[in-house]
């Protein structure tokens, strides 16, 4: 018998700032919720009304942060991962900015910060970190691999989405 998983879509806002610095947008979740006080790409669960994972994504950007679908350019999906302890299984689209938005609008209930990251500090070797983790169902902790960023840590689905992209971007397989 194969476990249900709730689905879930995220967009991995990319974009080139003013010295050329490609930067991904993540945000930092508020303390409340199962995913509360992590940093992810804006997203969430898939509502009847989405016709697909994609518009899933391009709603709950909007909806966490203010972006407006008209303003992203979906270059990619990217593979899906799922989370070890919450049931969710998580499609990502890799999705170009012109810009960022004059101003980001983050959901307060939600949303506690949006974070521009360039990705070659994620890339930097001293920005990765591992870390013992426990968590309920778990017989050990197991070792965590995360980035930092500031005095946060991307870990978990997050990390598993950025890993692979990183030398992708880096590598320029997209027009960005």
């Not at 995220?10 to 992590?38: E, S």
């Not at 992810?40 to 679908?69: I, Q, Y």
């Amino acid at each position: 018998m194969t476990e249900r998983r709730t689905e879930a879509a995220v967009l991995a806002p990319v974009y080139r700032d003013g010295d050329g610095r490609l930067r991904l947008v993540f945000i930092l979740r508020t303390p409340r919720g199962v995913h509360g006080g992590q940093i992810a790409f804006p997203g969430g669960r898939r509502e009847p009304g989405d016709a697909d994972l994609l518009e899933t994504a391009l709603r709950e950007a909007e909806e966490e942060v203010g972006l407006d679908r008209a303003l992203v350019q979906v270059l990619a999906p990217l593979p899906v991962v799922t989370t070890a302890t919450t049931g969710f299984s998580i499609a990502p689209f890799l999705g170009r900015l012109e810009a960022p938005p004059a101003a980001w609008r983050p959901q307060e209930t939600e949303v506690a910060d949006v974070l521009e990251v360039p990705v070659d500090e994620l890339a930097d070797p001293a920005a990765h970190g591992e870390e013992l983790r426990a968590f309920g169902g778990w017989p050990e902790p197991r070792p965590m691999p995360f980035y930092r960023i500031g005095e946060h840590k991307l870990w978990g689905a997050t990390y598993r989405i950025v890993a692979p992209l990183l030398p992708r971007l880096l590598a320029a397989e997209w027009p960005i």
